[in-house]
C-alpha cells in the first residue's frame, strides 16, 4: 500500500536527504520524499502507525508528518534545517521564504545549481547555498499589456491606454529580468576593463628592458597608481564576489566563491601591506629594486576574468530556456468570441468554458476544444513534432498554440487558461528542468569535500614552496597558492547536470516528448523491457464495428441492447458501438445497475433483464453456456485481429460484436528499432489470446500475454523488476494506471486518459510508439551529455589543481599564474554549459 504525507520543517535539499533517509531506515518502509511541495510518498506491506513516522523524524530533526489532505498544502511552513542545533535554522532559510511554484512565475528565481532542490525565491540575488546569481523562471501565463509611456499600466487585454491612449504593448517580464541581469554584469565588466587594463600594462611593463613609464614616475609612484585604479574593480565591479565569499564562510557553504575570495583577498591585502608597510617584509619578499612585488594586477585581471565568465554564463542561461520561450511563443494573445450571431475580438484570458470561438485561416488556436462547424488542416508540429497539418473536421478536437490552415471554422471552448495542454506542457517542462536526476547525487557528495581540500591544498601548496623552493620561495608559494584556490571551480560541477536536463527536456516538449522529472529522463536510457498495452498504443484507439452476429437474426434487437449497456463505458470498444449505433439511428433504452467488470466487460438490466456484453471470462463468471458452434465462429474471427464480446440476456448467448481496430502505421517500425536496440518488447493486453497473437506475430514482438486484467499487468511488471530488468510501461487507459505507477519507467500516450498521463514519467502528445524512440534517443543523448560534463569537470580539476600547485616544474619549468587559472576556471563553467547547449541540435 502507498500513503501520501506531507512534512513540515523541510528547508533545503539537505533536509529533504535527511528525511527521506530516516524514513528509509524503518523495517520494510520504501519512502521517497520532495522538497516542492513537501510531500513524502511511503510504500509498506503493512499500516504503520503516523506516531511511528513522527518518533523517528523527532530524533533526526524538527520535523513533523501527518496524512496528506488539500488543506495540509496550504499550511505547510518551514519550521527548521537539516543541520546544527534542532531549535536553530541557518541564515538563509530566515532570510528567504519558500514559495511554492504558481502557474504565473513572474517574480519568481531558482538557483541554476539546484542547491536546494526545488527552492524558488521571490526576489532576486545569490543562492544561500552555493553563491552563483539566481535566475528567474519563465512566465508561463499569457501575456499582460502596459503603456510605453506609462508603465503603471498593467492589463490583460490588449487596447488603448486610459492616460495617453498609446497602443498597450505585451510585456516580457521574463526576458526582461533576464536583460536586466545581463546588463548589470555588462555594466560591472565594462568598468572592470576600464580600470584593470592599465594597471596590466603598468605590472606587465616591468618586464621591459629601460622601462619607458619609469621615465614618468618612478616604481613606487606607479604602484599608487595599481592601487587606486584596483579599487572601483574590487570595491564596485566584483565586490558582489566577496559578499558571496563571506556568506559562504559565515553559513559554511563552501563554494567557489570561496576560493575566488579567499584567493584575491590574500592577493590585495598582500600588496596593501607591501605598499604601506614594506618595512616589515624580509628580503626573500623584495624585488632588486628593493621593493615588494605588488598583486594589483593579479586581483583586477582574476575579478575581471571571472565576471567575464559570470557574462557569459548569464547569456547561455538565457538559451536553455529556449524551449519554453518557443512555446510561450505559441499562445495567441486574443481571439474571436462568436456571440449571437456576432464576432467579438476578445482576451484569451477571458474565454471561458463554452465559449464559440471563430478561428480565421493562419490564426493560432487559443485553447483546447472541439470544431463545431467547418473542417481545416491544422499545423500541429508545434505540439506533437509531427511535421504533416492533420485534417480536422467537426467534431474534432483542437489544441491550443496550433496553427490554423486555409479554412475557418468555430470551435467551442473545452479547456481554458492552465487547463488547455500548452499551458500543461509549458508547466511539465519548467518542472522537470528544474528538477534532479540522481546522477547528480555523485557531484553533489564530491561537491561537499571540494572546497575544503583545494584549501587545503592551497595551504599545503605555500608551505611546500615555501620549505623546498628556489628564491624566492615565499613568493612562488604565495602565487602557486592563489593560483590553485582560484583554478578549482566547483560551479562547473553543479552545472554539469542541470544544464543537460533543463536543454534535453525542452528539445523533448518540441517533439512531443513530455518529460515529468530528470529521473524519468535518466531511467529511460536504462531500458531493457517495454511492456505496452495493444488498444490506443500500438493499434490507433479508434476501434470500428465490423459486424453484429445474432443467433436469431435479429441483429437490430441485440444493436439496441448492446447500445443501452454500451452508452454507459468509457472504454474506447465501447464508444466504437455507441457511433456505430448512432450512425444507424438506433434508439436508447434505460439502463439500470449498470457495472463495469474490469478486464471482463460490462453488466446492467434493461427492462427487467440482465444484460451482460465482454469477454469469454465474463460468460463464464455469470455462468453461461457458449455453444461450440458460436465459439469456432468467434476464433476465425480472433485470428484475423478483430476483438470480440459477446452479449448474454438473462444468462443465454445471443450473438457477438466484432470490433476491427487498425495498427498504427509506425507501430510495426519503432517495435523493430526497439528490439535492435536490444530492448524486450512485450505486449499485456486484456484482449484474448488469439487476437493478440495475431497481431503479436504480425509486429514480431517478443512475446505477449493475453487476457490480462490490470492486476495481471502489475504482476507481470513486478516479476520482471524481481529478476533485475529496468522496466518500462506504455499504456493509455484507466486500467494502465497501475502498471505506468509500478514500472521504471511509465510512458503515456497523450491520446490517452488524465489517470494513465498522471501515473506516467512520460507522456507521449502525439500518442504512438515512434514516440518511445526518440524517448529512448534522447535519454541517451541527455545521459552522454552529462557524463561528458561530469567528466570534463572532474579531469579539469584533477589535472588544473596539481599545475596550478606547480607540479610542472621541477620537470618542464611551467607555472600556471593565477591570471590564467582565473582565465581556466570561468572557461569550465562556461564549457560545460555550451556543451549542455549541443542537445539542441540534436535530431530525433
Sequence with gaps: MTHQYIISGMSCNGCRSKVEKTLNEIERIQAEVTLDPPIAKIVMDKHVPTEKFQEVLTAAGNYTI???????????????????????????????????????????????????????????????????????????????????????????????????????????????????????????????????????????????????????????KWNWVQFLFSLPVLFYAGWIFFVRAWKSIVTWNLNMFTLIGIGTSVAFLFSIAGLFFPDIFPAEFKSHHGTIHLYFEASTVIITLVLLGQLLEAKAHGQTNGAIKELLKLAPTEATLVENGNDIVISIHNIKKGDLI?????????????????????????????????????????????????????????????????????????????????????????????????????????????????????????INAIAVLIIACPCALGLATPMSVMVGVGKGAQHGILIKNAEALENMNKIDVLITDKTGTITEGKPSVEKIYSINNDEDFLLQNIVSLNRHSEHPLAQAVVNFAKAKNTAFKEVQGFETIAGKGVLGTIENKKIALGNKKLMTEIGVFISENLESQVIAEQNSGKTIS???IDE????????????????????????????????????????????????HLSSFKADCLPEDKLKEIERLQAEGKIVAMAGDGINDAPALAQSNIGIAMGTGTDAAIESAGITLVKGDLNGIVKAKKLSHAVMSNIKQNLFFAFIYNTLGVPIAAGILFPIFGILLSPMLAAAAMSLSSVSVIINALRLRNLKL
Design 646 to 648: 459477446y452479449i448474454s
Design 652 to 699: 443465454t448467448i445471443l450473438g457477438y460484436v466484432a470490433i476491427t481496430d487498425a495498427i498504427k502505421e509506425n507501430s510495426a517500425k519503432a517495435i523493430q528499432e526497439l528490439i535492435d536496440q536490444g530492448i524486450e518488447v512485450i505486449m499485456l493486453t486484456g484482449d484474448n489470446n488469439n487476437t493478440a497473437k495475431a497481431v503479436a506475430d504480425l509486429l
Design 66 to 220: 501527518e496524512m496528506d489532505s488539500p488543506k495540509n498544502h496550504s499550511e505547510t511552513a518551514v519550521k527548521s534545517c537539516c543541520s546544527g542545533d534542532k531549535k536553530e535554522n541557518h541564515d538563509h532559510h530566515k532570510k528567504e521564504d519558500k514559495k511554492v511554484y504558481q502557474h504565473s512565475a513572474n517574480g519568481i528565481y531558482y538557483c541554476p545549481m539546484h542547491c536546494e532542490g526545488d527552492k524558488t525565491y521571490n526576489k532576486p540575488g545569490d543562492c544561500p547555498v552555493c553563491g552563483m546569481d539566481l535566475v528567474p523562471q519563465i512566465a508561463i501565463t499569457a501575456a499582460q499589456f502596459t503603456c510605453p509611456m506609462h508603465p503603471e499600466i498593467i492589463s490583460n487585454e490588449s487596447g488603448d491606454c486610459p492616460v495617453c491612449g498609446m497602443d498597450l504593448v505585451p510585456i516580457q517580464a521574463s526576458e526582461n529580468e533576464e536583460n536586466k541581469s545581463y546588463s548589470d554584469l555588462w555594466r560591472k565588466m565594462k568598468i572592470a576593463i576600464l580600470f584593470t587594463l592599465p594597471i596590466f600594462i603598468i605590472s606587465m611593463s616591468e618586464m621591459v628592458p629601460n622601462n619607458p613609464l619609469y621615465n614618468i614616475m618612478s616604481l613606487e
Design 358 to 478: 471563430r478561428v480565421k485561416p493562419g490564426e493560432k488556436i487559443p485553447v483546447d476544444g472541439k470544431i463545431t462547424s467547418g473542417e481545416s488542416s491544422i499545423d500541429e508540429s508545434m505540439i506533437t513534432g509531427e511535421p504533416i497539418p492533420a485534417d480536422k473536421k467537426t467534431g474534432d478536437s483542437v489544441i491550443s498554440g496550433t496553427i490554423n490552415g486555409t479554412k475557418s471554422f468555430v470551435m467551442i471552448a473545452e479547456k481554458v487558461g492552465s487547463e488547455t495542454m500548452l499551458s500543461q506542457i509549458i508547466q511539465m517542462v519548467n518542472d522537470a528542468g528544474r528538477s534532479r536526476a540522481p546522477i547528480q547525487k555523485l557531484a553533489d557528495r564530491a561537491a561537499k569535500y571540494f572546497v575544503p581540500t583545494v584549501v587545503f591544498i592551497s595551504i599545503a601548496t605555500f608551505f611546500i614552496w615555501a620549505k623546498f623552493g628556489p628564491e624566492p620561495s615565499y613568493i612562488y608559494g604565495l
